[in-house]
């Protein structure tokens, strides 16, 4: 936990929280915090700042805060075929950490049934792990997180009503056009999807293609999924950021 992040309801008066279980414990024995100590905090999908260590006991620790700067409010999109239960939390926590603001899951070819009656489709279980990819990077937006059952559907009537950012990829091994060949405006939010272990069906690429979606080629060899989250959004973040350097 590289930051405190609070729930709004647990900030009473004069900014005072009072922390128990997981994040207590964290301050008390990781962190070894002592009266006094000053640490990154926020709220969750509101403001960021700093907490000051009040008190520290064996059964709370008591922070005063102090949150009035703005955070980002993110706005890219990550399309993504549910994957095995413990990888698609891993990527619910990967995806909060790099500041997606929605999360489209679906059922593409290649999604197994069983995926999606597992905890980890459970709203619940998937803020938890949200959260710990917001505390991992020190943000406090919380992504939305949308379930699609349907692969047309919800490429031809959802995504229409989500509006997507102008610039969207698909994550595809043999796709034609590589990352390094693109060129992407400074700072402009993007829509990414990424298919399952064994990548999306050529159907699937056509019908998000038909969508606006452009196939991408990362490394020039197949990836696990959250492996190639990391890639794809790592070379796509850095073309934006490059496009925004003085020429």
Excluded at 8 to 17: M, N, Q, S, W
Excluded at 25 to 32: E, F, M, P, S
Excluded at 75 to 95: E, G, I, S, T
Excluded at 146 to 172: E, I, K, N, Y
Aim: proline residues 9%; glycine residues 8%; charged residues 20%.
């Amino acid at each position: 936990m590289n930051f405190l992040l609070l729930e709004p309801h647990e900030v009473g008066a004069g900014g005072i929280a009072r922390l128990q279980g997981r994040r207590a414990d964290h301050l008390r024995t990781v962190l070894r915090v002592e009266p006094g100590r000053r640490l990154r905090a926020g709220i969750v999908d509101g403001l960021l700042g700093t907490a000051t260590v009040q008190h520290v006991d064996d059964r709370e620790v008591v922070v005063a805060t102090d949150c009035r700067e703005p955070a980002d409010p993110g706005a890219d999109v990550l399309l993504l075929a549910v994957p095995r239960p413990k990888v698609l939390l891993r990527m619910l926590a990967h995806a909060a950490a790099l500041g997606f603001a929605r999360i489209v899951l679906c059922r593409s070819w290649r999604v197994e049934k069983s995926h999606l009656q597992s905890s980890a489709m459970r709203a619940a279980v998937q803020r938890e792990h949200l959260l710990h990819g917001l505390e991992q990077a020190g943000r406090t937006r919380l992504p939305e997180v949308v379930f699609a059952p349907r692969f047309v559907p919800m490429v031809q009537d959802l995504l229409p009503a989500l509006a997507l950012p102008a610039l969207r990829f698909t994550g595809h091994p043999a796709a034609p056009t590589a990352t390094a060949t693109l060129e992407l405006p400074a700072e402009a939010p993007f829509a990414l999807a990424l298919g399952p272990d064994g990548g999306w069906l050529p159907l699937e690429v056509t019908t998000l293609a038909a969508a606006g979606f452009l196939p991408i080629a990362g490394p020039p060899h197949p990836l696990r999924t959250e492996t190639a989250l990391a890639a794809l959004f790592g070379q796509l973040d850095l073309l934006r950021r490059r496009g925004s350097l003085p020429r």
